[in-house]
């Protein structure tokens, strides 16, 4: 039994009320505030596998140790799978007397016609190896246009879905930001390391040059195509574009996961009809009997990104074997992977630096 004075106060905050003001109060609906889950800033911790807590400035860059280790780790088994040296590249299947080919490499590392392995007819018997045209989906057309540019940005695409049916403009920003910086990576990567570099490869190749392979060439083919230094354009593509935009996306969306309010927002007229049916009690007003709930984080949506990227990472590094193992040379690849480090270096100094000038760059991008 509550104390008289307790009572009193109560009757004396209700009298003071008027109905109207009552059923006022009551067919205003609550505002809906966006749902931050815990843990939200920068310096949240996470339990590492070991159990060990980490920070998640440790955890996105042992993401990106972990990316350029098995990055390197690829390229290098490729490199031993291609030994003896060779370098394949595609010519007229016709050409190749007396064989059935439905396809017809030719290694341009031999020195004639005559040497091991200096030609490989795939017809229905020969499946294996260089021959092999099975792929996963999406394997072959990483890289065309337009599924090189449009692939990597899958996880910014799904975020930008799911923060415009929530309405918020300041992740949305962010996101705009990033998508520049993305854009402007792959143009980078197209127009200079790709189309500017392969005029430099164009002038420094010598025109007089003869080979032993040249009427065994295609018709779009250049003068003993395959036989000067190329760097591996697809390692530059795989290793600069596809998978450090995709990576340091999918780490943001890890970060900050994609979330969905429980329903939208209803219209006056909607919540009028809903608290008179309800006995002129708010629905989206909390009460003792049924507690308001936040917006719950929707963590499919991240898991969908996370496999969607390791599904990625699992074509593109099987793309950057093959290239390793039959169709350039060791130095080639390699190179090829330096040259990616231009732009998937500064991309990971971005997201992990801890440097203040960095930091403030970074937060204009990532919003942190």
């Given at each position: 039994m509550p104390p008289r004075e307790a009572v009193d106060e109560r009757l004396e905050v209700v009298v003071s009320e008027s109905p109207i003001a009552v059923r006022r109060r009551r067919l205003t609906p609550t505002p809906y505030t966006e749902y931050n889950p815990?843990?939200?800033?920068?310096?949240?911790?996470?339990?590492?596998?070991t159990g060990d807590m980490v920070t998640t400035a440790e955890w996105v860059q042992r993401s990106w140790q972990l990316h350029f280790g098995v990055s390197l780790s690829v390229l290098t088994f490729g490199y031993f799978a291609n030994q003896p040296a060779s370098k394949y590249i595609p010519i007229d299947p016709t050409l190749l007397v007396g064989q059935e080919c439905e396809r017809a490499f030719l290694?341009?590392?031999?020195?004639?016609?005559?040497?091991?392995?200096?030609?490989?007819?795939?017809?229905?018997?020969?499946i294996h190896g260089i021959c092999n045209k099975t792929t996963l989906p999406l394997g072959s057309r990483l890289s065309r246009f337009p599924e090189a540019w449009l692939i990597p940005l899958f996880p910014l695409i799904l975020s930008w879905c799911v923060n415009r049916w929530n309405n918020t403009i300041q992740n949305n920003q962010t996101m705009i930001r990033r998508l520049v910086l993305y854009i402007t990576i792959m143009l980078i990567r197209g127009v200079i390391l790709y189309r500017g570099m392969n005029q430099m490869e164009t002038y420094f190749h010598s025109t007089d040059a003869s080979c032993w392979y040249q009427e065994y060439l295609r018709e779009d083919q250049s003068t003993c195509y395959g036989r000067s230094f190329d760097f591996s354009d697809h390692v530059v593509l795989y290793m600069?574009?596809?998978?450090?935009?995709?990576l340091a996306e999918?780490?943001?969306?890890?970060?900050?996961?994609?979330?969905?309010?429980?329903?939208?927002?209803?219209?006056?007229?909607?919540?009028?009809?809903?608290?008179?049916?309800?006995?002129?009690?708010?629905?989206d007003e909390e009460t003792p009997s049924?507690?308001?709930?936040?917006?719950?984080?929707?963590?499919?949506?991240?898991?969908?990104?996370?496999?969607?990227?390791?599904?990625?990472?699992?074509?593109?590094?099987?793309?950057?074997?093959?290239?390793?193992?039959?169709?350039?040379?060791?130095?080639?690849?390699?190179?090829?992977?330096?040259?990616?480090?231009?732009?998937?270096?500064?991309?990971?100094?971005?997201?992990?630096?801890?440097?203040?000038?960095?930091?403030?760059?970074?937060?204009?991008?990532?919003?942190?």
């Open positions: 815990p843990f939200s800033d920068s310096k949240r911790l996470r339990r590492s596998l290694n341009v590392l031999s020195s004639s016609l005559e040497d091991p392995f200096s030609t490989v007819c795939c017809s229905a018997v020969n600069a574009q596809i998978l450090p935009i995709c999918t780490l943001e969306c890890i970060q900050q996961p994609p979330t969905l309010p429980p329903r939208r927002i209803m219209s006056t007229q909607t919540m009028t009809l809903l608290t008179s049916m309800n006995g002129g009690i708010n629905p049924s507690p308001k709930k936040k917006c719950p984080t929707v963590r499919p949506l991240s898991v969908v990104i996370v496999f969607g990227t390791l599904y990625l990472y699992l074509i593109t590094l099987w793309g950057s074997y093959r290239t390793t193992a039959y169709f350039h040379t060791g130095p080639e690849v390699f190179i090829g992977f330096a040259v990616s480090l231009l732009l998937q270096w500064p991309l990971y100094r971005l997201q992990c630096s801890e440097q203040p000038f960095i930091r403030h760059v970074q937060e204009w991008f990532f919003g942190k």
